[in-house]
């Protein structure tokens, strides 16, 4: 009964743990603005984002003679009759819609219509349209309430061009998150993957495993840019690791110290990681930038850990240890054999190789291999020699008036 509690309560902990870290990670989540799923958003006057999304293909009619010009918001503007459509132009994706000036809150600008009527023109992007977004309603005062309409179309045409200009009243968006545009976070100084017009890339927004970076990759580089104006503005980084236990992470760099990034030179911030404990959920590691006056720069990096990872330190312990440990026998048996050497020569008068140390073992060792036997003969065995030879052999008269001479000779194994 006791086991099954225990078993009961670790689950229950296990699970608030988990509760714990999803709400974290949804309330650091919400701080990151990432990019809108569409290219239908703009930045008003003060840098805030206004996200039109919603708004995507809505059609708004005008009534003129003989046709309809109808606006379908940030897809096209058409001229519809009879003889049938005429494309004034496509919404472009790449940021063709600002913030305007006077009576238009923004301006889109609709690219690459029809060419119909325009054969002549110089202009490569044929028909155009701008489109005027009003959010306080029409300057005449109709179109009040609902969805919005168009207060007016205007047309211009000339030799290089054909183009419409229309007026449109939409009650408009609540405003966005102030965004620090200009600022760029990617993996070279002229790239931004991660971070493009202070805007979050998505991948990036959230802990994706799909973009995370493997085991084996232990270091990471970022480079950070903004506008040299306003670079002033830009704080030190705080990282944050979920879970916290289990990856060890460090930063460093220009950009870690604070170093005012600009797009000539480009700060880094560079994050050496190493896994302590392996899981199949990838760590998430929250970097939070934040900006003076303006919302931070938030995104997420996920980490793999299939494997522990050793301490990279220790590796290089180790072979500093082993280096000094072999100079250090080195050095005390270079003095050793040059002392032996010496105080055989100065004291015991030896010359040649029997002055190295330790070659009498040595050739004590080298004797023993071969099987030499007696390496150094001794006098008591020639004179037994001698007079074992005497008592049975008479030596001659000329053997006797000479003396017999023994060879002195000495046997250093194979040497």
């Known amino acids: ?58 059609p708004f009619e005008y009534e003129e003679k003989g046709s309809d010009l109808v606006v379908q918001f940030c897809k096209d503007v058409e001229s519809r009759s009879q003889v049938g459509y005429v494309d004034f132009g496509r919404f472009d994706k790449f940021n063709y819609f600002v913030s305007g000036s006077g009576h238009a809150d923004f301006v889109q600008d609709y690219y690459n219509g029809d060419l119909t009527s325009c054969e002549h023109s110089y202009d490569k992007l044929g ?33 290089r061009s054909c183009t419409v200009i229309v007026d449109l009243a939409i009650p408009c ?31 990036y927004e959230k802990p994706h495993r ?44 220009s950009g870690a110290t604070g170093s005012y990034p600009t797009t000539l030179s480009p700060s880094m911030l560079m994050i050496d990681w190493r896994c302590d404990i392996a899981r199949d959920v990838p760590y998430a590691v929250n970097v939070t930038i934040p ?28 072979w500093a240890t082993f280096g000094i440990l072999s100079c250090l026998f080195i050095v005390g048996s270079s003095l050793f054999c040059c002392g032996g050497f010496v105080y055989k020569t100065q004291v015991q008068g030896q010359r040649g190789i029997d002055a190295l140390p330790g070659m009498t073992l040595l050739s004590a060792c080298l004797e023993t291999v071969s099987g030499a036997g007696h390496s150094y003969p001794r006098a008591e065995g020639f004179n037994d020699a001698i007079v074992s030879e005497a008592s049975w052999d008479r030596p001659s008269s000329s053997s006797s008036s000479r003396p017999t001479r023994i060879p002195s000779e000495k046997n250093y194994g194979s040497i």
């Open 1 to 58: 009964m006791s086991t099954r509690y225990h078993i009961g309560v670790c689950s229950l902990h296990l699970l608030l743990f988990s509760a714990l870290i999803n709400v974290l990670l949804q309330a650091v989540e919400m701080n990151a603005i990432a990019v809108p799923s569409s290219s239908c958003y703009v930045f008003d006057n003060s840098s805030h984002i206004i996200d039109f999304s919603s708004w995507i293909g809505h």
């Open 210 to 253: 799909a973009f995370s970076f493997s085991t084996e990759q232990t270091s990471l580089v970022l480079y950070m840019t903004a506008i040299a104006s306003l670079s002033s503005f830009v704080q030190k980084p705080i990282i944050q690791v979920f879970p916290e236990n289990g990856l060890e992470v460090k930063v460093s760099g």
């Open 127 to 159: 028909r155009t349209a701008q489109v005027n977004v009003m959010c306080r309603g029409c300057l005449n005062g109709q179109c009040k309430g609902g969805l919005g309409c168009i207060c007016n179309i205007t047309h211009e045409s000339s030799c």
């Open 291 to 318: 900006v003076a006056d303006y919302e931070p720069i938030n995104f997420f990096l996920a980490k793999m850990c299939e494997k522990r990872q050793d301490v990279q330190g220790d590796y290089m312990q180790g």
């Open 173 to 203: 968006e609540i405003q966005g998150p102030r965004v620090f545009k200009g600022f760029t976070v990617g993996f070279h100084p002229r790239s931004w993957e991660i971070v493009y017009n202070g805007l979050t890339q998505l991948g």
